[in-house]
């Protein structure tokens, strides 16, 4: 792969959404200097951030500059301002929600694998967890988050659930494919029992499944999924389901990695693909330099793997991992001797321009590891 020039257009949001942000900069700037990539950061408002400077989660050259870019870094988004006041009218949500289906992002796909380093950090038994390494293909721009919502004149409330076999079809396809490239496995999650959109999800994975023979399909309803992803979360690879669904497992499945502050994913569809933390803004650590970087550095990761940069994405791998091994870790998963937020940015970048070697590891962190530091 030759040289790239590459505009990436910079949502860092709220809370710690900036400072995890900075990091994942930090890191694909290493990239850059490492194999001569030209990334060029085009920072933008968007959420509550956005919402104090003009009034709107989602100002129109937002969205103009992520319709340009190549590709979109997120941070968060969020504010307790808004989580507290059910009234409130402008949500710094509406933004994100509003800039995924402008974009077409219909497939979030969402990775968990259980570290071997970081095994104790799950509350879960090591035995049940150790191996487990799946991905989740979150339906992103239908369902229930986007249907028709309101208040009768009865004061009763009202969310619709809708889906076309379109808007299944096309994120299962997806799904499949990944599948064939991973473990040959499917797990279709949804309430079919219940549900006529869950019917339709089922009748459409059936239709497409003979197209994929090597991809064996499992069926499983979202209350059992919830259940089986504790007791046994290794019989998972790939896990496609509706938008809701999707949320909510895949924040359950983070406990199985030790840390929200690991989990990674990537929104691709019919414009700019966008990357983001799984995490929210987190605005108890806002400032605090104590917000973990690796969900941000891991979704960087996924954006170099976007631009078909395979070996730039497997070195931050190598390099977070190289993190991981050395315990360079913020407090939720190194308590007894944290590192900050920017200090476990720095190890990494550093990583990625130098690779590991005498004098240039754990110890030396504040010596300077090399001039980013
Ligand atoms: C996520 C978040 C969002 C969602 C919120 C912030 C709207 O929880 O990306 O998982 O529900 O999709
Ligand atoms: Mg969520």
């Not at 076999?165 to 499949?176: D, K, N, T, V």
């Not at 991809?215 to 690879?237: G, T």
């Not at 896990?239 to 690991?262: K, P, Q, R, Y």
Request: glycine content about 8%.
């Amino acid at each position: 792969m030759g040289v790239l020039k590459k505009q990436i257009a910079v949502l860092a949001g709220d809370g710690i959404g900036p400072e995890v942000c900075r990091e994942a900069i930090k890191v694909l700037e290493a990239i850059g200097e490492r194999f001569g990539h030209a990334f060029t950061f085009n920072h933008q408002l968007m959420g509550a951030c956005a919402i104090e400077a003009s009034g709107t989660p989602l100002p129109e050259h937002t969205l103009e500059a992520c319709l340009e870019a190549d590709a979109i870094l997120m941070g968060a988004i969020g504010d307790p301002k808004y989580d507290n006041d059910p009234t409130a009218k402008v949500r710094p949500e509406q933004g994100l929600l509003r800039l995924r289906k402008s974009l077409g992002l219909f497939a979030n796909i969402r990775p968990v694998t259980a570290y071997q380093v970081l095994l104790q950090h799950s509350p879960l038994k090591n035995d049940r967890i150790e191996g487990a390494d799946m991905l989740f293909f979150r339906e992103l721009t239908g369902g229930i988050y986007f249907g028709e919502k309101g208040r009768n004149a009865d004061g009763s409330a009202y969310d619709h659930c809708t889906y076309s076999r379109e808007e299944i079809s096309r994120i299962a396809h997806l799904a499949f494919q990944s599948a064939e490239g991973r473990r040959h496995k499917l797990t279709l999650v949804d309430k079919a029992n219940v549900l006529e959109t869950s019917r339709l999800w089922r009748e459409v994975v059936k239709e497409i499944a003979p197209a994929y023979p090597s991809v064996v399909v499992e069926y499983l309803f979202v209350d059992n999924a919830a259940m089986q992803l504790i007791l046994n979360p290794r019989q998972f690879d790939v896990i496609l389901t509706e938008n809701m669904f999707g949320d909510i497992l895949s924040d359950e499945a983070s406990v199985i990695a030790g840390s929200l502050g690991l989990l990674p994913s990537a929104s691709v569809g019919v414009h700019t693909a966008l990357f983001e933390p799984i995490h929210g803004s987190y605005p108890q650590a806002a400032g605090k330099g104590i917000a973990n970087p690796i969900a941000t550095i891991l979704s960087a990761a996924m954006l170099l793997e976007h631009f078909a940069l395979k070996q730039e994405a497997e070195l931050v791998r190598e390099a977070v991992q190289h993190a991981l091994d050395n315990k360079i870790l913020t407090p939720e998963l190194n308590s007894k001797a944290p590192y900050t937020t920017e200090q476990v940015g720095s190890f990494i970048a550093c990583y990625v321009k130098e690779g590991a070697g005498p004098g240039r590891d754990t110890h030396n962190l504040e010596l300077g590891c090399s001039t980013i530091i």
